[in-house]
């Protein structure tokens, strides 16, 4: 009799076993503790999605600066949030909560493949002219053809071709360049449908007020993973560079643009292979590394 009990006891503790097994993977930790919160906005600098509330816990990716993500369960000042595709969490002190719901949140996390909104703040169109986040966009007018290169100093070997632009175009960013005593501009055209962010000198437009253009600087570093598509400008429809970023190489970033399938990221390299300065706007998950998070 005591064996057949010991044995039963067996059985129940193994069959206990399994239902917490399937439990924590159907429910991560935390997620049935509720919240009120519905929806946060990721501050300057963006954040790790990872799998559980804990700063040791493996990143699953990135989520930039200003997404709006929605939330499903809170746990110790980390939201469960939903962003294209995955689930995970954010630590709160990341991001900004911009709404509450009345109740005390869900039970339990939407299931898999179920579809969630996840939103990033709007970009503005005026024209044919995309307003491309965290740049000046001011519209100027050329006084002369516009020499391009695809950097801004001489150094890069990338000329993009001298254009006779009798229309605006949209001022971005700028660029000292000390031995010359100028500041490059970088702008923003559309040349036979494609978009050009292209750099020129800051006299080849009359009247720009260089001061309010913000200064370009380094605000990260990556190694891009594999063979890049290299492009001139952070959109779906952006000429192509007539190269490609090699595997492996390390770079500095200067920028970083959400997208409509994927957020770019502005790069600079040393080509060694041709013995030059490159700038170029990737696709964001070309870098293996998640420099700002």
């Not at 300057?44 to 929605?70: F, Q």
Request: hydrophobic content about 35%.
């Amino acid at each position: 009799m005591a064996g057949r009990t010991a044995g039963m006891f067996r059985r129940m503790a193994a069959a206990l076993l399994v239902f917490c097994c399937v439990f924590t993977l159907l429910f991560p930790a935390g997620v049935l503790a509720g919240t009120n919160v519905t929806k946060v906005r990721v501050v300057k600098g963006g954040v790790s999605l990872r799998t559980g509330p804990s700063e040791d816990a493996p990143k699953i990716r990135g989520v930039h600066s200003d997404y709006e993500l929605d939330v499903s369960d809170e746990r110790n000042g980390w939201y469960y949030v939903y962003y294209k595709g995955d689930w995970g969490w954010v630590t709160g002190r990341r991001v900004t909560v911009i709404s509450r719901g009345n109740s005390s949140g869900n039970s339990s996390s939407p299931k898999s493949g179920q579809s969630v909104s996840s939103s990033r703040s709007s970009q503005q169109n005026s024209g044919s002219f995309r307003y491309f986040s965290g740049f000046g966009n001011i519209t100027v007018r050329p006084n002369q053809k516009l020499a391009t290169r695809s950097g801004p100093a001489t150094r890069y070997d990338e000329k993009a071709g001298t254009f006779n632009v009798d229309s605006s175009v949209l001022a971005m960013s700028r660029s000292y360049d000390a031995p010359n005593n100028l500041w490059w501009i970088q702008f923003q055209m559309i040349y036979r449908g494609r978009v050009y962010c292209l750099y020129t000198g800051e006299q080849r437009f009359s009247g720009l007020d260089v001061s309010r253009l913000p200064v370009e600087k380094v605000i990260g570093r990556c190694t891009v993973s594999m063979s890049a598509e290299a492009y001139y400008a952070p959109c779906e429809n952006a000429a192509r560079m007539d190269w490609d970023v090699p595997a492996n190489v390390s770079c500095d970033i200067y920028a970083m643009v959400p997208g409509e399938n994927s957020d770019y990221i502005q790069i600079e390299f040393y080509d060694h292979l041709r013995s030059t300065w490159r700038r170029a706007w990737i696709k964001e998950w070309y870098a293996d590394n998640e420099y700002f998070y």
